[in-house]
């Protein structure tokens, strides 16, 4: 049976300026500044194989609470008080999640866990009680479900040691993250295809936007704390710095070239199972990049020999970030993005290199091989858009 068409109050109202992203959405992003600088110092105070499938998986919870957050603004009226309610409800969990977020396999994880679950939770909840009478009531119960059972295992996984801990937040996450894939089928409830979920696609882009900009300005605040506490400011770590600020300036105007509001990916396929593609899993892997490449510029400046870490983290933030371009691409136009393979390739051959060499390769050497690679990249990509570009009107 068809569910009855009406319009819940707290639904976000068309017409002019329904797709601007609304004040309390950008202070909601204000707390994930802080988790993604603590993202970045909980990878470089672990930078082992261990320590960076932890950091991974801690960032994929922290993202896929900010996705959901993101999405569910997409249908609630940001001016209502119970949306702007329910908005300072999820800061305050996503605020302790970035708190717990260093000792969440230590001491921390129970209260990780339990501000995931807080989030995860209560937003579906929340949307499936207030969206009665509309499709999206019927969606959200169903990711309500999906969400209930990837919180519960990361609860339960707070009380287990790190290992262990770690395979059942694994286990949780994946679940979570999975649930698009799947159209959140649950046995006796049924599914939500994912044409059932209306999408406003100018006001998830532009979220997806901003949350790119603060991946890069909070590797300028890494940056610039890093510096600003050395002892001695060498023209060495100066150098660095305008190398590492040229390298974000180049990856910004590639994002900007290749998905910014008159390109030709920005006027792609509109679909909402397009649109979960090209948002959630691709900008994902393009944060995380913007993370790692982050983590590089303070190696770079602190630890300037090359050895595996500076190697790994200096080519594999633009690898992620080329993976996400990748998947947005494929997204949005179907088009097989060679110009990412190609950097992508270069970009392993400069490992293969630096992890060659070791440590008669000069640092600043490396990191000149993996800019020039990022520069190209931004070059080659703003030609392309510009011969794409989308007529206006």
């Known amino acids: 049976m068809a569910l009855p068409d009406a319009r819940p109050r707290l639904l976000r109202p068309d017409g002019d300026g329904s797709s601007e992203v609304a004040p309390i959405e950008l202070f909601f992003d204000l707390v994930y500044v802080f988790a993604?600088?603590?993202?970045?110092?909980?990878?470089?105070?672990?930078?082992?194989?261990?320590?960076?499938?932890?950091?991974?998986?801690?960032?994929?919870?922290?993202?896929?609470?900010?996705?959901?957050?993101?999405?569910?603004?997409?249908?609630?009226?940001?001016?209502a008080g119970a949306v702007r309610v329910l908005n300072a409800v999820l800061m305050l969990a996503a605020l302790g999640m970035a708190l717990a977020l260093p000792e969440a396999f230590a001491e921390g994880g129970l209260l990780f866990a339990a501000c995931y679950a807080v989030g995860q939770v209560g937003r579906p909840a929340f949307m499936w009680v207030t969206m009665r009478g509309h499709v999206l009531s019927r969606n959200y119960r169903n990711l309500l479900v999906w969400s209930a059972v990837a919180a519960a295992l990361f609860v339960a996984g707070a009380f287990l040691p790190t290992v262990p801990r770690l395979i059942a937040w694994a286990i949780a996450l994946a679940i979570d993250v999975a649930g698009p894939r799947f159209d959140y089928r649950v046995p006796g409830l049924g599914s939500t295809p994912m044409e059932s979920w209306p999408a406003d696609v100018e006001h998830l882009a532009e979220r997806n936007r901003l949350v790119f900009i603060i991946a890069l300005g909070e590797s300028i605040l890494i940056m610039g704390f890093t510096i600003s506490e050395l002892p001695e400011k060498t023209p060495y770590v100066f150098l660095i710095a305008v190398l590492g600020f040229v390298g974000l300036f180049a990856l910004w105007w590639s994002y900007f070239a290749l998905a910014g509001p008159e390109t030709d990916a920005s006027h792609g396929d509109g679909s909402t199972a397009a649109l979960r593609g090209a948002f959630p899993y691709a900008h994902g892997l393009m944060v995380a990049g913007a993370i790692l490449f982050a983590v590089a510029i303070e190696l770079h400046i602190t630890h300037p020999e090359t050895g595996p870490a500076l190697v790994l983290t200096s080519i594999g933030g633009p690898l992620l970030y080329l993976a996400g371009n990748i998947l947005f691409l494929r997204s949005r136009t179907g088009s097989v993005a060679r110009a990412r393979y190609v950097a992508a390739g270069a970009l392993v051959l400069v490992g293969i290199v630096g992890l060659a060499l070791g440590h008669s390769l000069p640092a600043i050497a490396l990191g000149v091989a993996v800019l020039a690679v990022v520069i190209a990249l931004a070059a080659v990509t703003q030609l392309a858009a510009g011969r794409e570009q989308v007529p206006a009107g």
């Open 36 to 79: 993604i600088v603590q993202v970045s110092h909980t990878l470089l105070a672990h930078l082992t194989p261990l320590g960076a499938l932890e950091t991974a998986l801690l960032f994929g919870a922290v993202w896929w609470m900010w996705n959901y957050t993101a999405w569910a603004m997409n249908y609630l009226d940001p001016r």
